[in-house]
């Protein structure tokens, strides 16, 4: 079964630390690895998309890394800011297997980032 | 600024009536999307459209409906015999299928509650 498992559920970290966000994937066939943030009440936010052949891909404060093998990605948020406060979003993309355009995401729960003063 | 409206942001449904969402982009993406968000879960997709006058079935199809006769347009009925319709609706676009390369770009949704 295609499935999208991040961990953990929600975090709470103090402003100026690090922290990491798990992604644990069991789609095939892979074609691309998505990293969104939500803030509370608004829409999603592209914060990376990675493909097969990438390992690390950051964005400002933010760094994605993808094991193609292990089928494992982490998001890892340096010297949080308040405004990091948000659900961040993992998805992954299936490509068909006969190679076409046609395909299908799966969307991860998401994890509940909250950064206290 | 290029991006997606959705409209109204908050919208109340009394029992038998069919509602409609709107959702308008200015990217000129071919590709549209629906999406349901209930807490503690992941999205879900609703219907999609990869060109005009064209969509399909997403994994939760059924109580909804879906037209695009403008390319910049897709807008969302909820019908009557959704039943538990209470729930964020997203709107997406993006300049090729979902599953390619490009990211989609969101909305900031409808909050859709039961009267």
């Known amino acids: 079964k295609n499935q999208v498992e991040q961990s953990p559920q929600s975090l709470i970290i103090l402003e100026g630390k690090n922290c990491t966000l798990q992604c644990n994937y069991t789609v095939s066939p892979f074609s691309n690895l998505r990293w969104y943030k939500q803030d509370t009440g608004r829409g999603p936010v592209s914060l990376t998309i990675?493909?097969?052949?990438?390992n690390t891909k950051s964005n400002g404060r933010y760094t994605a890394t993808l094991d193609a093998d292990t089928k494992q990605s982490s998001l890892h948020i340096t010297a949080s800011q308040l405004s990091d406060s948000a659900s961040y979003i993992c998805?992954?993309?299936?490509?068909?297997?006969?190679?076409?355009?046609?395909?299908?995401?799966?969307f991860g729960k998401g994890t509940k980032l909250s950064v206290k003063p | 600024d290029g991006g997606i409206t959705q409209s109204p942001k908050y919208l109340f449904r009394k029992e038998g009536q069919n509602v409609t969402l709107s959702c308008e982009q200015n990217l000129n993406h071919d590709a549209m999307y629906w999406y349901r968000q209930d807490p503690g879960q992941g999205l879900r997709l609703i219907y999609y459209s990869q060109i005009v006058n064209d969509f399909q079935k997403g994994d939760i199809a059924e109580g909804y409906s879906v037209s695009r006769e403008k390319k910049e347009s897709f807008p969302l009925t909820v019908t009557s015999a959704q039943k538990n319709p209470t729930a964020f609706y997203l709107c997406a676009s993006s300049n090729e299928g979902a599953w390619g390369n490009q990211p989609q770009h969101f909305g900031d949704g409808t909050r859709l509650s039961i009267l």
């Open positions: 990675m493909t097969f052949s990438e």
């Open positions: 998805v992954v993309s299936q490509r068909r297997y006969y190679g076409g355009s046609q395909g299908n995401l799966i």
